[in-house]
């Protein structure tokens, strides 16, 4: 009655006909804790939208937490915690409670820390299951589930192949259903839950007094609260958290013109990694214009804080925040404050020291790629790709296989040398396990999925598989991957020597204090809505990575080796942490260029942003 309204006088059904069936099928949900289905979900969301009509938003704002609250429960029973396309379709779906949650929190002015709670239970859940998932099946395999396992990464290996070849949707939607099965019959051998969520006080005590936390979030405003039909504006809202303080809500405007903004920086200061006559101005203006946007409303509440938390969301994941301008004419942002980045604020929860004397038991670094022939005529399209040789990175790994030994004498491993036709996928894979550091320099690539959930889509109910995002969308497996030996002229697939950002986060990284991947581009990925960046800084972290140090833009190859000598000397010689070793390299090189050149170069040392859990 509530979807269909009465059907023998064809009229449409009306919010105030639905609201007793409603009620009594929320008591219903009440009276049976242990049903699981999406039903429950959608009669919570059907309740809320009679309310927000009705003008309740106590009711309202009761509800949207109930239902976000129900997510992880919702998750088990319409998935496996390791089928991430299907549990990214339901938290983009989601997200429609989160836009009315914070849109009605900001109308009647409810604390900044109860809106920031919505938030906080509901980003990462899907990766918090995905990482349980894979930690369990490292720590419990046995021969059927190694069996299960290799399997579905064959499986894998061949659906990222089919997504990147731009096979038709029929295709797409055999190799997924093919791919589901496997997983289902993997999963079902073990139950992982994701954890009860993080809560506001319990991530800014686990601040440290000089630091802060900036949580970014894109959301749907509603314009018109109690309207039938919905319309909504994309905003961009941050959350500051310090210690001791209480939450800020910060509204940082509408979307488009920050994204228009990044979109600009990102062009040029990118760009800039030799002197040319303007090439400051023409960054200070770019970077001038965005950090108008997005980090001087900021500015009031971390002005003294020497390390500030990024969690970002949508474009602002992809902003190297400390090339923004800073306060002085013509300086940085890197110049007052040291930067991180994490995936959901909860992680800040799971950091951990880093202690370079215990974590350096063993190295693995990978570069000086032997691709094979380069094919000139080469197209994605055919699946094939062209890497052109890296003759800096033989300079890059020596240097710091060099740097290890000379800073770790007691160290009983000798670092772990890949190069030429032995850096293949199978070398890489097999050589990572009990790392405590992984460097790989090499080629990477990204491409975005070819579809992905708009607004509208947001304010639609949950519905049957058979009416989901198209195959390909949201695919971890095609949004990128590195580079390997034999990379030209492979087939996509297993052994075409390339590692998709699929295939990356089965390795193992269980022991891994940092990995970098010092190449073109690791740090870009897919925007997904809850769960970040689906790209190679997301695998690293899932393949238990504690860091990971990736680039934004394209990097070059002696800026890149000056800056990873630097940093790994700051890091393992002078015993800093990793965040301070990467701000110390690269204000060394912000130095140099300035006394070699008189401008900044922004280019050569601004690319790479460090991700910890």
């Not at 959901?344 to 190295?363: K, M």
């Not at 002078?574 to 060394?588: K, T, W």
Request: net charge neutral; hydrophobic share 45%.
């Amino acid at each position: 009655r509530f979807k269909y309204g009465d059907a023998s006088s064809r009229r449409p059904w009306a919010m105030e006909d639905a609201s007793p069936y409603l009620k009594r099928a929320l008591a219903i949900f009440d009276q049976r804790p242990w049903y699981v289905s999406t039903d429950r979900w959608k009669i919570i969301w059907g309740a809320t939208q009679v309310a927000r009509i009705a003008g309740r938003n106590d009711d309202v704002l009761a509800l949207v937490h109930r239902g976000i609250a129900e997510m992880p429960r919702l998750l088990t029973a319409w998935s496996s915690p390791l089928d991430e396309v299907q549990r990214l379709e339901v938290i983009a779906a989601a997200r429609a409670a989160v836009d009315l949650g914070l849109s009605i929190g900001a109308h009647v002015d409810q604390p900044a820390a109860e809106r920031w709670q919505l938030v906080l239970a509901w980003k990462g859940l899907v990766s918090r299951g995905v990482l349980e998932s894979l930690q369990w099946l490292q720590q419990n395999r046995n021969v059927e589930t190694q069996r299960l396992t290799e399997e579905l990464q064959v499986i894998k290996a061949r659906w990222s192949a089919t997504v990147r070849s731009g096979a038709d949707e029929p295709v797409l939607a055999a190799a997924r259903q093919r791919r589901e099965a496997v997983e289902q019959d993997l999963t079902a051998r073990f139950t992982a839950a994701t954890g009860s969520a993080p809560t506001a006080a319990a991530v800014t005590a686990a601040l440290a007094a000089d630091e802060v936390l900036v949580d970014f979030v894109t959301y749907g405003k509603v314009k018109d609260l109690t309207a039938r039909d919905v319309q909504l504006e994309e905003r961009l809202l941050a959350f500051v958290a310090r210690r001791g303080a209480s939450v800020v809500a910060v509204d940082l405007g509408p979307l488009e013109p920050i994204t228009a903004a990044v979109t600009r920086f990102l062009q040029v200061g990118s760009r800039w990694t030799r002197p040319i006559a303007g090439a400051d101005a023409l960054v200070a203006a770019a970077g001038g214009e965005l950090a108008k946007l997005v980090w001087a409303p900021l500015q009031p509440h971390v002005p003294d804080a020497a390390r500030v938390v990024l969690c970002p969301e949508s474009v602002i994941s992809v902003v190297p925040f400390a090339c923004l301008p800073g306060r002085a004419a013509g300086s940085f942002l890197l110049e007052e404050h040291e930067f991180t980045y994490v995936a959901s604020p909860g992680d800040v929860l799971q950091r951990r020291e880093f202690t370079a004397r215990v974590a350096a038991a063993s190295l693995l670094v990978v570069g000086d790629v032997d691709y094979g022939e380069r094919r000139a005529a080469a197209t994605e399209r055919e699946g094939f790709r062209d890497f052109a040789p890296l003759p800096g990175s033989g300079a890059e790994i020596d240097a710091i296989a060099s740097l290890f030994v000379a800073a770790h004498p007691e160290s009983t491993s000798a670092p772990v040398v890949l190069r030429g036709a032995a850096a293949s996928a199978d070398g890489v894979g097999g050589g990572v396990a009990g790392k405590a550091f992984v460097h790989i320099a090499t080629h990477g690539w990204f491409r975005g999925s070819r579809s992905l959930p708009d607004v509208g889509q947001r304010w639609l109910y949950l519905e049957a598989r058979g009416k989901a995002l198209p195959a390909d969308a949201m695919a971890p497996g095609a949004a990128g991957g590195i580079a390997l030996a034999g990379a030209n002229g492979a087939q996509p697939g297993v052994g075409d020597g390339v590692l998709t950002v699929d295939e990356l986060k089965r390795l193992d990284l269980s022991q891994c204090e940092l990995a970098v991947l010092s190449a073109c581009e690791t740090g870009l990925g897919t925007i997904s809505a809850g769960d970040g960046l689906l790209g190679l800084r997301r695998s690293l972290r899932l393949a238990g990575a504690r860091r990971s140090l990736t680039s934004i833009w394209r990097v070059d190859d002696q800026a890149t080796l000056r800056c990873m000598q630097s940093f790994y000397k700051g890091l393992w010689s002078s015993g800093r942490q990793p965040a301070a070793a990467l701000r110390e390299a690269q204000l060394a090189m912000l130095r140099a260029a300035r006394a070699d050149s008189g401008q900044a170069l922004v280019g050569t040392w601004g690319a790479f942003v460090l991700e910890v859990r």
